[in-house]
Nanobody, 127 residues
Framework: QVLLVESGGGSVQAGGSLRLSCAASGRILSDYVMGWFREIPGKEREFVASVRWRDGRSAYADSVKGRFTTSADKAKITVDLQMNNLKPEDAAVYYC????????????????????WGQGTQVTVSS
């Protein structure tokens, strides 16, 4: 069982920055992968970024590459998503998720690959 709690959402003007944090508790193994997804009403949940606890290997959606950075802090058992140069199209509810399945070479990017989800945190970006 893994419990995930996001924090750090809020409102920001376009071009601004926000940092989301996901606190994980429960049975966390180093091969687990933590993912960030976002969702807006009427659209499918969208992959944003992922990071593996063991080696910090990460992956990003093309839409956020160069602007967003995710990192895992093993000591604090938290995963952060630093979001810079935010755009109005980044506005969404952001979710943290954990993939507790067998390790894979390519980090998972689809929601069905993830077993546990946080409650979500709202990010609003005004133009």
């Amino acid at each position: 069982q893994v419990l995930l709690v996001e924090s750090g959402g809020g409102s920001v003007q376009a071009g601004g920055s926000l940092r989301l944090s996901c606190a994980a508790s429960g049975r966390i193994l180093s091969d687990y992968v933590m993912g960030w997804f976002r969702e807006i009403p009427g659209k499918e949940r969208e992959f944003v970024a992922s990071v593996r606890w063991r080696d910090g290997r990460s992956a990003y959606a093309d839409s956020v590459k160069g602007r967003f950075t995710t990192s895992a802090d093993k000591a604090k058992i938290t995963v952060d998503l630093q979001m810079n140069n935010l755009k109005p199209e980044d506005a969404a509810v952001y979710y943290c998720a954990a993939d507790t399945g067998p390790p894979t070479v390519i980090l998972p990017i689809t929601p069905r690959d993830y077993d546990y989800w946080g409650q979500g945190t709202q990010v609003t970006v005004s133009s």
